[in-house]
């Protein structure tokens, strides 16, 4: 689990720590048991023997550097985001920005082609390669809820993943492009004690994600940072694993379960050496679904703790805030 082996003393601290770890190749009981108290305890675990074909990952790698390298005019094509499409350093509406570029696509196999189009000779096969990663991630996140549904004890296992697998599930897939930039320093990095740090270079700032849960993979290059569950002010560096998929829970299924699985805040920092590219994809259910704790997760000890909303309007409310705000909060019931 995360073991805290280094702190550094300014206004943030960053510790070193493993991520708990998930072999899918386990017996079903181990991993589902182990899978909800990541879940519980972090908000987040690593998979490792997921199933996702190489070949799959490395296509997508591949044609991700291929678009971020054309021209600026040929991917501002694809923008700006509305909020899908290509954007640069600017994220939602409200004013919060990163030092990254990226593609947000809805997960309707012809959406992403029709943002694509206009942009490269090889849009179709971008767009080709991007809805096969999608088709096998959607399975993997299926399969992993319906773990959690199982390891909850669920009387419905499928309660999680049958809102995914829904044909209007409004699931999202993310390309983040991060350059690699001089201004981390080993300072800024949390490596080299230092007065008056401000802080590491931020590619995207700390938040939660609304969604059910995020499946992420980047490539071999370090950025993903974890809020300390004990400690706001300590960020957890998660070791990066390109053979691996970080799964992080998301705000409505901390929702569903009130409370009981938490939805963990993350941010990415900026590499000084290397750029890194994740692919994201984010498990939704569909706009009119009513996200509300599930009953069986409400006792009279733990009675509702958040009020049903639909997820059109939790998005509504987050498009209308900055990232970094504690969303799920304003769901609290009274
Ligand atoms: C965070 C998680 C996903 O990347 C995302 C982001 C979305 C966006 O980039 O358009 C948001 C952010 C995310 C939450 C608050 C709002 C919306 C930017 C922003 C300031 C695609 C999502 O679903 O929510």
């Given at each position: 689990m995360v073991?805290?082996?280094?702190?550094?003393?300014?206004?943030?601290?960053?510790?070193?720590?493993?991520?708990?770890?998930?072999d899918l190749q386990w017996k079903r009981d181990k991993a589902r048991k182990l899978m909800v108290r990541a879940c519980e305890e972090f908000g987040i675990f690593k998979v490792i023997n997921h199933g996702v074909p190489k070949e799959i990952i490395e296509n997508i790698e591949k044609e991700g550097k291929n678009f971020f390298s054309l021209p600026t005019s040929d991917k501002q094509k694809a923008g700006p985001p509305n909020p899908l499409g290509y954007g640069s350093k600017q994220i939602g509406y409200n004013g919060d920005m990163g030092d990254l570029e990226y593609l947000l696509f809805h997960t309707n196999p012809t959406s992403i082609y029709q943002r694509l189009r206009t942009t490269t000779k090889d849009a179709f096969k971008f767009s080709c390669v991007v809805n096969d990663y999608v088709d096998k991630v959607r399975k993997l996140a299926c399969d992993l809820l319906e773990m959690l549904g199982e390891g909850l004890g669920l009387e419905d296992t499928k309660t999680f993943s049958k809102l995914v697998m829904d044909a209007e599930s409004d699931s999202l897939v993310r390309l983040n492009y991060y350059p690699c930039c001089e201004g981390n320093s080993k300072e800024k990095l949390g490596i080299i004690k230092k007065k008056d740090d401000k802080g590491p270079r931020i590619g995207f700032g700390d938040h939660s994600d609304p969604q059910i849960i995020t499946l992420l993979r980047s490539n071999e290059v370090e950025g993903l940072q974890i809020q300390s569950p004990w400690d706001s002010s300590v960020w957890i560096p998660v070791k990066s694993d390109a053979s691996a998929f970080f799964i992080n829970v998301g705000d409505a299924l901390q929702a569903m379960t009130n409370g009981r699985l938490t939805s963990v805040r993350h941010r990415a920092i900026v590499n000084t050496q290397k750029t890194r590219m994740s692919t994201i994809f984010f498990a939704s259910p569909s706009l009119q679904t009513l996200i509300s704790p599930l009953p069986e997760m409400v006792t009279h000890e733990k009675p509702h703790k958040y009020r049903p909303y639909t997820w059109a309007e939790y998005k509504r409310i987050m498009y209308s805030l900055k990232l970094a705000t504690n969303r799920l909060e304003l769901f609290l019931s009274d």
């Open positions: 073991a805290i082996t280094s702190v550094k003393e300014s206004r943030e601290r960053v510790v070193s720590s493993d991520i708990p770890e998930i």
